[in-house]
């Protein structure tokens, strides 16, 4: 079975050069699904694929060319029940459009697994070529390289097969790599009786993922379009006092590594840096155009990702928990201290780019879209959409007056390149009740908001959860999906959105414990991330601060909002002993 959802991978891996990708596949229930598109579906199809597999056997079909070209495909009326040898046995086939002359540069793939690397052997513009990797790693041991003496003809459509009962043993490969002989693939063996996925399969399935993923960065980093490389010539200039996570990470290995990548969006390097060589005086420094940005620049993003999420490694795995019912404890029950409560998510939608790469015709898209799914909302969640660029000054006023209206961008943004075309397929959506908002093409695609007076966070999140769940369905209706998946969770503009993308946050009046001079050292104590009431980088107002959870990725959204219920808690405790006189709670004198 691992075999064969590495094949599934790799080929995709390949494919992505080509830029188009179909996908076909077919469960033993009769179940068929197919997907076409540009490399930013890659992700979409894999888990297509891998859904498949849950529910039994699948055949699946890849295809990579200048344009989309289905490749023929027999639907069998009364599929037979398909045993685990056969799952392990399905094939793949990669084809080439046959217009305008294509060749693949991919042919005659094969994967051979045992003592615990997977070797890949295949035909690369006539030469064989090899390479090897750990899959307990996910690193390349060997290659790519060419295997000594051989050549192989192009062909047009290859089948790559998996072996059918017990893994094939790889040979040691050495440079130059022994040459593998190509042969054509064993049919399944019959069936005997159907196979229903077991909780051991589940968890092979979650653990194959999870190396999938190390796997899968490495191969991008052959197949991502590149640019001329410029050497170091356009290595930036850093201030002394510069102590942002870019400055930090970017040294001249990694630079020269991701200098001359470009995504398939059209995203550079520079791209992702400007943001930071502009503002010196930034926290992080980098931004993502897309989501194949988190692949293509890994080598800066995961070291990034790691300093930023508490050590989060590029094999970790992201949860996810929406059930509000799993939250308990109010962090003021009192209503003295916290005035109002706000947990918002970021969503984008995956292939529509994000703002610092989006191009204008998919801003305007992502717009349409949510226009669409937001005017069909109901219940407590209908409300009415407004465009920044076409509503009446009697709604803006009001907007400004509710505190609705979001600004352009900061300085970070504008210099990241998130502010173009303002304010053009940009709005808020808001409810009739003004608890739950959606800001359109913002800093992300969606911030996706549930508010109200007082400190009852079970109750917003309730609302957030059903909101998102809503809007989900309305996209996924219309044929796309937000953009995820198992490593980074949610996918956003800024590496430290990724995960929940969420912000659980009070606006709590806590004079005394403000101007403690411990403040910032408890909040980090209890992980909670304090700034002014007028958002990121303002100053506190009359006492009143703005406390959130600083983390995002690595934990649920469950996890996330108590932790921020217990630490405002702590802290109102805090206020009360300072107030008294007191000492304050233990837990912030350890």
Known sequence: MSSRLLSHRTVLNAARVHKMVAIRAMSTQGKYQEMGGDSSNISTALKALAGVMGAGAAIAYVQSGPRYTPLPMETPEDPAPVSKAAIVSGAVAVGAAEADGFTPSYNNLELLE????????????????????????????????????????????????????????????????????????????????????????????????????????????????????????????????????????????????????????????????????????SGVGAYAGDEESYAAFAPLFDRIIEDYHNGYKPTDRHPSDMDASKLHGVADAEGDYVISTRIRVGRNIRGLGLSPGISRAQRRKVEQLMVESLNQLEGDLAGKYYSLGSMSEQDRTQLVADHFLFKKGDRFLQSAGANRDWPEARGIFHNNDKTFLVWVNEEDQMRIISMEKGADAKKIFERLSRGIAAVEAKIKAAGYEFAHNDHLGFIHSCPTNCGTGMRASVHAKLPNVGQHPDFKKWCAKLRLQPRGIHGEHSESDGGVYDLSNKERLGKSEVELVQTMIDGVKVLIEAEKALAAGKEVPAVLRA
């Open 114 to 281: 045992g003592e615990g690397k997977l070797t890949m052997v295949w035909d690369q513009d006539g030469t064989k070529y090899a390479q090897v990797v750990d899959l307990t790693s996910g690193d390349i041991v060997q290659g790519p390289g060419p295997v000594a003496d051989s050549s192989a003809a192009k062909e047009d459509v290859v089948v790559v097969s998996t072996p059918a009962e017990t893994p094939t043993k790889s040979a040691p490969v050495s440079t130059p790599v022994t040459s593998t002989p190509t042969s054509t693939p064993t049919p399944a063996p019959a069936p005997t009786s159907a196979v229903e996925p077991t909780a051991d399969h589940q968890t092979e399935l979650k653990d194959l993922m999870q190396r999938l993923v190390s796997i899968e960065r490495n191969l991008n980093n052959c197949c991502t379009p590149s640019a001329p490389s410029a050497g170091m010539s356009g290595y930036p200039a850093f201030e002394d006092n510069n102590t942002s996570l870019l400055k930090k990470h970017l040294t001249p290995e990694v630079y020269m590594a991701c200098e001359s990548k470009v995504t398939s969006n059209g995203f550079t390097f520079q791209d992702v840096i400007q943001s930071g060589v502009d503002n010196q005086d």
